[in-house]
Every structure is written in C-alpha cells, then in structure tokens.
C-alpha cells in the first residue's frame, strides 16, 4: 500500500470521475481516536476501517469516502489521547452522509467495537445500510487467517489489530509489541467502569502473536465475505423504486 498515510486514508478522485462511475453503493469508513496500548497509534480504528474500505473498493465497483475519525470511545477515557463523541453525534453525522448520497445506498465499514449506535441507524434505514463487519466476520476472518486467538480473548491492540498494521502500515507500530500481551477474564462491567480496571495497560489480547502475513490474510478473508451484504443490499426486501 502507499507509504503515504494521508493519501492511504483519503480517496483522491474528483467530481468528473464519480459523475462517470455511478456507483450505486458507497463505502463509508468509521473509526475513533483512542488509545491501543503503548505500541498502536491513537488512530489505529480509523487506519484499519480505511484499509478495509480501500481493499473492498478495490474488489468492486464503488464509492469510497473520507472517513469518519471520531468515535464512541469513552470507555477508553481514562487514557491520554483519547476522544470521543456522543452516540447521538455519530448518528446525526452519519444519518447526513447517508441523506446527501440520496438514491446511494450505503455499506458503514466500522473500525471500533464501541460504535453500538451504528446498528440501530442500520437497522432503521429499511434496507438502504448496511454494518461491516459483523462479529461474526471478524471470527471467521480470524479463522481463515489462522490466529490464534478470538474476538474476545483479542479485543484491543492484540493479534488482529497488530496484524493489519504490520501489513499495510508497518511503520506505524512501535517496538515492543512482542511484549505488551495482556488477557483478562469477564469484562461484565466494562460498559459503567470503563476499560482500565480490567487492562491498565489498555491492551486486551496477544500482540505478541501479530505477522504480517496474518494481516494480510484477515483483510483477504473480510473481503471475500462482503460479497453477501451487496447481495442483501439488492435483495428482494428493498422498499425504494430502484
């Protein structure tokens, strides 16, 4: 990929060029800004939604978008760096884009857990959204990406996230990653308490465990599995005139 990050993360094509594409489906990325343990940056979810944004642009024929960098991320509030918005805020931001894109219909690759409120505007758009990945993406991209750990056990700046980065923008993770794994048991109160009595160091999971080749293939596999929420977007349930 392009060693520039700015460039990476921004699509650079002019009116002419969308005007000659039509596409029918746009790609909005939707990360955060907060912290991912002593070796990611604080820009790690927007990095990684843009990514898989670019790979699915590449795969088909569509819109990509600037992404959304500002999150839901207040249970990561007691870490320097981090910044949040409201649940509303990234709704109403989101609900704007999707209404100025009119008769396009529009796929939200999220990069962070934490972005609940994107399902329920989802869920309301009759048809018109979709969610990207699912949990259940994740796991099986994990899977085919031969990792060794899970969603759960791998829930922040571990295997996964590691992975990406270290395939697409390897300068961007910072030595020591091989020693910042941490694991904990139930977060059943990570909602009220935040994250930090659960991982001081604000890590969840096995960086150590992170290649590139894994990240790679994670991106490869998520990709691949897209392909049915297009079909879902075309399906027979569609309740507009097109």
């Given at each position: 990929?392009?060693?520039?990050?700015?460039?990476?993360?921004?699509?650079?094509?002019?009116?002419?060029?969308?005007?000659?594409?039509?596409?029918?489906?746009?790609?909005?990325?939707?990360?955060?800004?907060?912290?991912?343990?002593?070796?990611?940056?604080?820009?790690?979810?927007?990095?990684?939604?843009?990514?898989?944004?670019?790979?699915?642009?590449?795969?088909?024929?569509?819109?990509?978008?600037?992404?959304?960098?500002?999150?839901?991320?207040?249970?990561?509030?007691?870490?320097?760096?981090?910044?949040s918005v409201s649940a509303p805020t990234?709704?109403?931001?989101v609900k704007d884009i999707a209404?100025?894109?009119?008769?396009?219909?529009?796929?939200?690759?999220?990069?962070?857990?934490?972005?609940?409120?994107?399902?329920?505007?989802?869920?309301?758009?009759?048809?018109?959204?979709?969610?990207?990945?699912?949990?259940?993406?994740?796991?099986?991209?994990?899977?085919?990406?031969?990792?060794?750990?899970?969603?759960?056990?791998?829930?922040?700046?571990?295997?996964?996230?590691?992975?990406?980065?270290?395939?697409?923008?390897?300068?961007?993770?910072?030595?020591?990653?091989?020693?910042?794994?941490?694991?904990?048991?139930?977060?059943?109160?990570?909602?009220?308490?935040?994250?930090?009595?659960?991982?001081?160091?604000?890590?969840?999971?096995?960086?150590?465990?992170?290649?590139?080749?894994?990240?790679?293939?994670?991106?490869?596999?998520?990709?691949?599995?897209?392909?049915?929420?297009?079909?879902?977007?075309?399906?027979?349930?569609?309740?507009?005139?097109?």
């Amino acid at each position: 990929m392009d060693d520039d990050l700015t460039l990476s993360l921004l699509p650079l094509t002019t009116s002419a060029q969308e005007g000659e594409r039509a596409a029918r489906v746009a790609l909005l990325p939707v990360g955060s800004l907060e912290q991912h343990g002593p070796h990611l940056p604080l820009i790690t979810d927007t990095v990684i939604a843009c990514d898989l944004a670019r790979a699915l642009a590449d795969a088909h024929p569509l819109r990509l978008l600037p992404p959304i960098t500002f999150g839901c991320s207040h249970e990561h509030a007691a870490w320097p760096g981090t910044v949040s918005v409201s649940a509303p805020t990234l709704y109403a931001m989101v609900k704007d884009i999707a209404t100025s894109l009119g008769d396009t219909r529009l796929v939200l690759v999220n990069g962070h857990g934490g972005n609940h409120v994107l399902a329920n505007l989802v869920q309301e758009s009759g048809g018109r959204m979709a969610l990207f990945p699912g949990p259940h993406d994740w796991e099986a991209a994990r899977l085919t990406a031969k990792m060794t750990t899970d969603n759960d056990r791998d829930m922040h700046a571990g295997e996964l996230e590691t992975s990406v980065l270290l395939h697409t923008h390897p300068s961007l993770v910072r030595p020591g990653y091989e020693q910042a794994d941490h694991t904990t048991g139930a977060r059943d109160h990570m909602l009220t308490v935040g994250l930090a009595p659960y991982a001081p160091s604000g890590v969840v999971g096995l960086p150590s465990q992170a290649t590139p080749a894994k990240g790679r293939a994670l991106l490869a596999a998520l990709v691949d599995s897209f392909t049915g929420y297009l079909t879902a977007l075309d399906g027979p349930h569609r309740t507009d005139a097109r």
